[in-house]
Nanobody
Framework: QVQLVESGGGLVQAGGSLRLSCAASGRTFSMYTMGWFRQAPGKQREFVAGVNWSGESTSYADSVKGRFTISRDNVKNTMYLQMNSLKPEDTAVYYC??????????????????WGQGTQVTVSS
């Protein structure tokens, strides 16, 4: 069992930056593929970024490519999402998720086994 806790969300003006963190419990964090998803009101949960078990492979949604950077620290059992040049359309609840198979970065929610409670990101125009 893995527990995930997100932090770092908040209110920021357009063009600003935020850094989200996802702290994981358990000794198997380093084996999991990790992902960030987001969900805006009235919309489906969508993939934002993912990283494989080693951190060597990453994947991004086209809408955030070049602005967001995903990373992980397997010693600290923590994953990060650095978000720069934020836009109002980035406003959503951001969730971190863990997939027990650690190799392929899945871009849909269903393969992920564990989820955090979410953290709100609001970007004002």
């Amino acid at each position: 069992q893995v527990q995930l806790v997100e932090s770092g969300g908040g209110l920021v003006q357009a063009g600003g930056s935020l850094r989200l963190s996802c702290a994981a419990s358990g000794r198997t964090f380093s084996m999991y593929t990790m992902g960030w998803f987001r969900q805006a009101p009235g919309k489906q949960r969508e993939f934002v970024a993912g990283v494989n078990w080693s951190g060597e492979s990453t994947s991004y949604a086209d809408s955030v490519k070049g602005r967001f950077t995903i990373s992980r620290d397997n010693v600290k059992n923590t994953m990060y999402l650095q978000m720069n040049s934020l836009k109002p359309e980035d406003t959503a609840v951001y969730y971190c998720a863990a997939d027990r198979q650690g190799i392929v970065i899945q871009r849909t929610p269903s393969p992920y086994d564990y989820w955090g409670q979410g953290t709100q990101v609001t970007v004002s125009s």
